[in-house]
């Protein structure tokens, strides 16, 4: 069955302190993967995704990176986190068939 | 290219009383659409989706949404509201691989 798994749950980190979000996903192969960003009282933002391994695409520009280094890994990296990055971060995929998406259980980061 | 607008940032019901929370879309073709509620401090559920087959279509906990094509809409709604239904709802749209979700409604449950 397909999964997907993020980690950690919570995070409070520092202003200035490195991030790594990892973001796994089982059952499935060459999966589309998705970066989203939720601020506190704004909507879901798509922040990048990836087609397959080393693509990126970064939809607005900002303190944070995506890397893709195996099919079923997708991290998003800061080398500096800044307050603004502060918010609640989902992974999430398309399989092939229209209509399904999975979602992870997301990512809370409070940058102080 | 695709797009969703969700009309109302909240929207407060009483309990029992009927919900609905709008969602246009604009697209040149037939979309893939979903509604998917966060209720807080969770991710997110998936409520119903409609991918060209019944307009009609029915989703968990008595969710209800219809596609309709000339008005553009799929609008959430549900008979009788109860208060585990106050949560943050999001009207999504698939367009180019993208997952492209609206702004989200907050839906408020009166006693």
């Known amino acids: 069955s397909q999964t997907i798994h993020q980690w950690p749950a919570t995070l409070v980190q520092p202003v200035g302190s490195p991030l790594s979000l990892e973001c796994t996903v089982e059952?499935?192969?060459?999966?589309?993967l998705y970066w989203y960003r939720q601020a506190a009282g704004r909507g879901l933002q798509l922040l990048f995704y990836?087609?397959?391994?080393?693509?990126i695409s970064s939809e607005v520009p900002q303190n944070l990176s995506a890397s893709r280094p195996q099919d079923r890994q997708f991290i998003l990296s800061s080398k500096k986190l800044l307050l603004s990055d502060s918010g609640f971060y989902l992974c999430?995929?398309?399989?092939?068939?229209?209509?399904?998406?999975?979602f992870g259980p997301g990512t809370r980061l409070t940058v102080l | 290219a695709q797009s969703v607008t969700q009309l109302d940032s909240h929207v407060s019901v009483s309990e029992g009383t009927p919900v609905l929370l709008r969602c246009n879309y604009s697209?040149?073709?037939?979309?893939?659409l979903f509604w998917y509620v966060q209720h807080p401090n969770k991710g997110l559920q998936l409520l119903l989706k409609?991918?060209?087959?019944?307009?009609l279509v029915k989703g968990i906990n008595g969710f209800e949404a219809e596609f309709k094509k000339i008005e553009t809409s799929f609008h959430l709604t549900k008979p009788s509201a109860h208060m585990s239904d106050a949560a943050e709802y999001f009207c999504?749209?698939?367009?180019?691989?993208?997952?492209?979700f609206g702004k989200g409604t907050r839906l408020h449950i009166l006693p």
């Open positions: 999430a995929w398309i399989s092939g068939r229209v209509g399904e998406q999975f």
């Open positions: 059952g499935t192969s060459n999966p589309n």
């Open positions: 990836s087609v397959g391994i080393g693509q």
């Open positions: 697209s040149s073709y037939s979309p893939s």
């Open positions: 409609y991918t060209s087959a019944a307009t």
């Open positions: 999504v749209v698939i367009r180019d691989d993208k997952i492209i």
